[in-house]
T-cell receptor, first 114, second 115 residues
Framework: KQEVTQIPAALSVPEGENLVLNCSFTDSAIYNLQWFRQDPGKGLTSLLLIQSSQREQTSGRLNASLDKSSGRSTLYIAASQPGDSATYLCAAQLTGAGSYQLTFGKGTKLSVIP | SAVISQKPSRDICQRGTSLTIQCQVDSQVTMMFWYRQQPGQSLTLIATANQGSEATYESGFVIDKFPISRPNLTFSTLTVSNMSPEDSSIYLC????????????FGPGTRLTVL
C-alpha cells in the first residue's frame, strides 16, 4: 500500500527566502506525482505534475523534482511571498490499469512572514 | 484544466439527517472522484464515479452510507446519509484532465459540520 509522507508538517519563513518542501513515498511504481496548494477551508489547486519519466517540472517560482529510486519529491519555492502562505500537498498516483487513485500526504503548512 | 463547482459550499446538519453534495464540471469527463478530508487529515478517496455505471467504492466506504449518482458526463452527486459528528469533513470532487498524464483537478469543496 502506497504511503506518502511530508516533512515538515509546518514551516515559517521570512518573506524573500527560498525554501524546499519534502515529500516521500513508499512505492516507487508511480505513474505521476502532483503538488497541490490548499488555502484554509478551500479546495485544491494543482501546481505541478511530474510524470514518472521526468526529473523535474518548473512553473514560475516553483520547481518540483522527482527521484523515483529514492522515493522522494521536492517542491522548491523561490523568493517566497506572503501570498504563498498555504498548505502544500503532494499526491502519488500508481501505475497500472484503473489506478486513478491519488494517495496524499498530510501536507506542509507554510507561513511566509512579511 | 477543468473548472469545477460544488454546492453547497458549506452546511451545518443535525445528526441522523442526510446531505446531497453536487459537483458540476465545465466540460465532459469520463472519471469523477469523491474525496473526504477529515479535520487535520489528508484526503482519502471515497469512490470513483463513471457515467453509466455503478460507482466503485474504496475500502471502508459503502454505498448505503455514501450513495453516488452520475447521470451525465458533467455532473455527479454524493449523499452523506444518516450523518454523525464523525462525518464532519470537507468533501471534494475531482476530475481527470484531458492531458496525457492523468492530472487531476479539484472542486472548491463542501465543508460539512454535523452537530
Amino acid at each position: 500500500k502506497q504511503e506518502v509522507t511530508q516533512i515538515p508538517a509546518a514551516l515559517s519563513v521570512p518573506e524573500g527566502e527560498n525554501l524546499v518542501l519534502n515529500c516521500s513515498f513508499t512505492d516507487s511504481a508511480i505513474y505521476n506525482l502532483q503538488w497541490f496548494r490548499q488555502d484554509p477551508g478551500k479546495g485544491l489547486t494543482s501546481l505541478l505534475l511530474i510524470q514518472s519519466s521526468q526529473r523535474e517540472q518548473t512553473s514560475g517560482r516553483l520547481n518540483a523534482s522527482l527521484d523515483k529510486s529514492s522515493g522522494r519529491s521536492t517542491l522548491y519555492i523561490a523568493a517566497s511571498q506572503p501570498g504563498d502562505s498555504a498548505t502544500y500537498l503532494c499526491a502519488a498516483q500508481l501505475t497500472g490499469a484503473g489506478s486513478y487513485q491519488l494517495t496524499f500526504g498530510k501536507g506542509t503548512k507554510l507561513s511566509v512572514i512579511p | 484544466s477543468a473548472v469545477i463547482s460544488q454546492k453547497p459550499s458549506r452546511d451545518i446538519c443535525q445528526r441522523g439527517t442526510s446531505l446531497t453534495i453536487q459537483c458540476q464540471v465545465d466540460s465532459q469527463v469520463t472519471m469523477m472522484f469523491w474525496y473526504r478530508q477529515q479535520p487535520g487529515q489528508s484526503l482519502t478517496l471515497i469512490a470513483t464515479a463513471n457515467q453509466g455505471s455503478e460507482a466503485t467504492y474504496e475500502s471502508g466506504f459503502v454505498i448505503d452510507k455514501f450513495p453516488i449518482s452520475r447521470p451525465n458526463l458533467t455532473f455527479s452527486t454524493l449523499t452523506v446519509s444518516n450523518m454523525s459528528p464523525e462525518d464532519s469533513s470537507i468533501y471534494l470532487c475531482s476530475v481527470e484532465g484531458r492531458g496525457r498524464y492523468n492530472e487531476q483537478f479539484f472542486g472548491p469543496g463542501t465543508r460539512l459540520t454535523v452537530l
